[in-house]
């Protein structure tokens, strides 16, 4: 049976695993070339053990500048050689990711039109772009092989052809953009034959020619279907080497690599399906959300696939593939598919990351947390959730004495509670694993322990040094009420779901959830409530719920099922007050105010940092939100911060490097 760690042969090279680190947007580009940032970031995969290694896919003409620090291919040659170089010692298979954007690309950097098959506006930035005509088809085709030749000549393995769901080439293969009545719309892969060559051309004998395809667009009534693609997969097999099943197009796109809603390895039953149709002529590799070593092993176990692509896996943890070999998959630290920071395609340009890991895309500015320090110290860390038990668990792992004292009577903090609460468990996978990794290195955990200022006072005495970290409260009353409507705190009521599955039907309805800020949370309670209560509304003064959502992908997706559940969404409204069991809500336009009957409103607001520790303590160190309530990603990068601050010789913040946002 193949395992994760087996070596496997592609094309006229040999992978050292088949596990893939696949091609992503990582905004770590200088200008559009590969950085020296890149290179850091692929330099810890190869050295985790990743089989196949695809870069950051690049455009192979001018006319594609998809996003602002998008690689062109022209401009990558230094690049692929320095990644190159970084990723030989392991023997990493690396190809250079190469493509067109076409008509779902931009024209805010190039000022110049969008090239498509046909004049077909895209769905999703409503540009419409210019057909392509036989010149220009053909000018692209040689920027393919101009790319594929530069990577051979840049040391590379070979390249990856982009044709999935973001890619000019499958907008040929697809009925919904390719109107063409020429040859290139008669045969819809007239096109991708003809890149295909042309790369293998420039490839030579050894160099690897593989294939990202859409084998499903999920729009059905004209756009590739399974059934399609499987034809299309048949006539392309014998061109490449390497294939990779992903789905999504125009009006799909975030299908591509969807959040925790959508089930890990969706993929399985399509990939099983292509793999059939290819019969051996390549390796196929199963992409979709997989994220757990065990469900990958399972699907090479089943034939189901030749090779995984674990790339959410892997920014999570870059040594995933190692630990698999080694027997202790279950120390990798687990991808929750929030998309929070790895999805990184959008206006704010942020460098790729990971909640979990907060140093991936920040290899050469994070300090890297592993490490034994000479000067050992004794540690305190009050507080039990993502940033104290980060904290805690860099520090024992560096060889420190650490008590983590925690007021509830389990860990996780804020992240645990909203899990469970919430019946998201994935949410509470990192959580866990950081619970566990502390228990492996002997932190002592003590739970429903309150510690006091004079407790502080007395550990600082003794020597110990402290670190805060008690996360957040709830605000008293976000709004005027009459106290004919009973308001809860999100938390508070995840906290209270965790004591009671009855929690949420007992509930007094109408429910009207609350979320000024437009994020996950307040989508996450909406949904659950609906499950068990009949009516359940959602205010936001936003023209659509969950606006943050657009950075994770999950936007239309979680309208979507707010709609299919019933619930109902009362937009562009600001709640003002609560008078005789009705909510009053002003239009942020008009100022017209409407009520809205209700029995219980949960505010799904920001929270208050509990900072009564460091009332008039000021100089102690402090994480997460204690210092300002964020996201999980803040917190477990503040607590490693403070842990590195201490294995640095730093006791408090009378230190001028050391803050919560200490370098």
Do not use: K
């Not at 088949?18 to 770590?28: A, I, K, S, Y």
Request: hydrophobic share 40%; aromatic share 4%; glycine share 12%.
């Amino acid at each position: 049976m193949p395992r994760l760690g087996d070596p496997i042969p592609i094309g006229g090279r040999t992978a050292p695993s088949r596990v893939v680190f696949g091609p992503h947007e990582t905004n770590l580009c200088r200008g559009r070339a590969i950085s020296d940032r890149h290179i850091g970031y692929y330099r810890e995969r190869a050295a985790g053990g990743t089989g196949v290694l695809v870069t950051e896919t690049a455009s192979v003409h001018p006319s594609d500048w998809p996003y602002e620090r998008a690689p062109l291919a022209e401009q990558c040659g230094p690049g692929w050689t320095a990644v190159a170089d970084a990723c030989r010692p392991w023997r990493t298979l690396v190809l250079a990711g190469v493509g067109h954007g076409g008509g779902q690309g931009s024209s805010a950097y190039s000022q110049a039109v969008l090239w498509a098959p046909s004049r077909v506006a895209d769905a999703s930035s409503r540009e419409l772009p210019a057909e392509m005509t036989t010149e220009e088809i053909g000018s692209v085709v040689e920027g393919f092989a101009e790319a594929a030749r530069l990577a051979i000549e840049s040391g590379l393995g070979g390249v990856e052809v982009d044709a999935g769901a973001v890619a000019l080439l499958r907008q040929f293969h697809s009925g919904i953009t390719n109107l063409r009545t020429d040859p290139y719309g008669l045969d819809r892969l007239r096109f991708t034959g003809e890149v295909l060559r042309a790369v293998r051309s420039s490839l030579g004998d050894t160099g690897v020619l593989a294939l990202r395809i859409s084998c499903d667009e999920l729009a059905p009534w004209a756009g590739v279907t399974p059934d399609q693609a499987a034809e299309q997969v048949d006539v392309l097999a014998d061109l490449v080497d390497l294939l990779t099943v992903v789905r999504g197009g125009p009006y799909t796109a975030s299908a591509y690599r969807p959040d925790s809603h959508v089930e890990a390895g969706f993929n399985l039953e399509l990939c099983r399906r292509m793999r059939t149709v290819v019969d051996g002529r390549a390796a196929v590799v199963l992409q979709g959300s997989v994220v757990d070593p065990d469900a990958a092993s399972g699907a090479l176990e089943r034939g189901d696939c030749d090779l995984v692509e674990m790339t959410r896996a892997q920014i999570a943890d870059p040594g995933l593939v190692e630990l698999v070999r080694e027997g202790r998959s279950h120390e990798a630290r687990p991808c929750i598919l929030c998309n929070q920071a790895c999805r990184v395609r959008d206006n704010r340009n942020p460098l790729v990351s990971c909640v979990g890991e907060p140093r991936s895309g920040h290899e050469t500015t994070e300090a890297d947390p592993v490490g034994h320090d000479d000067r050992i110290a004794s540690v305190l860390v009050v507080g039990a959730g993502p940033a104290g038990l980060e904290c805690a668990r860099v520090l024992s792992s560096r060889g420190h004495r650490v008590r983590v004292a925690e007021r509830s009577e389990r860990v996780g903090g804020a992240l645990e509670l909203a899990a469970a609460g919430l019946g998201s468990r994935r949410l509470a996978h990192l959580a866990d694993w950081l619970a566990a990794a502390c228990e492996r290195q002997g932190v002592v955990v003590q739970t429903g322990v309150t510690i006091t200022t004079d407790d502080l006072d007395r550990a600082r005495s003794e020597g110990l040094v402290a670190v805060v970290a008690t996360g957040s409260r709830p605000v008293p009353s976000p709004v005027r009420t009459d106290g004919s409507c009973r308001i809860i705190d999100a938390l508070s009521l995840c906290a209270a779901a965790t004591r009671s599955s009855t929690a949420a039907t007992d509930l007094e309805g109408p429910v009207l959830v609350h979320d000024p800020i437009g994020g996950p949370i307040g989508v996450r309670v909406a949904e659950w409530l609906a499950v068990g209560c009949s009516e359940v509304g959602i205010v936001t003064q936003d023209q659509v719920v969950g606006t943050q959502l657009s950075s994770t992908g999950d936007l239309a997706d979680a309208n979507t099922r707010l709609q299919r559940a019933g619930i109902r969404r009362h937009l562009r409204a600001i709640l003002r007050g609560v008078h005789q069991g009705e909510a009053v809500l002003q239009d942020v336009w008009t100022g017209e105010r409407s009520t809205v009957t209700c029995a219980t409103i949960i505010d799904c607001g920001h929270r208050l940092p509990e900072d009564t520790l460091l009332r008039g303590r000021h100089q102690l160190l402090r994480a997460g939100d204690c210092v300002a309530p964020r996201t999980i990603l803040h917190a477990v990068l503040e607590g490693r911060r403070a842990a590195l601050a201490i294995a640095g010789g730093v006791t408090d913040l009378a230190n001028p490097l050391v803050g919560a946002a200490a370098p």
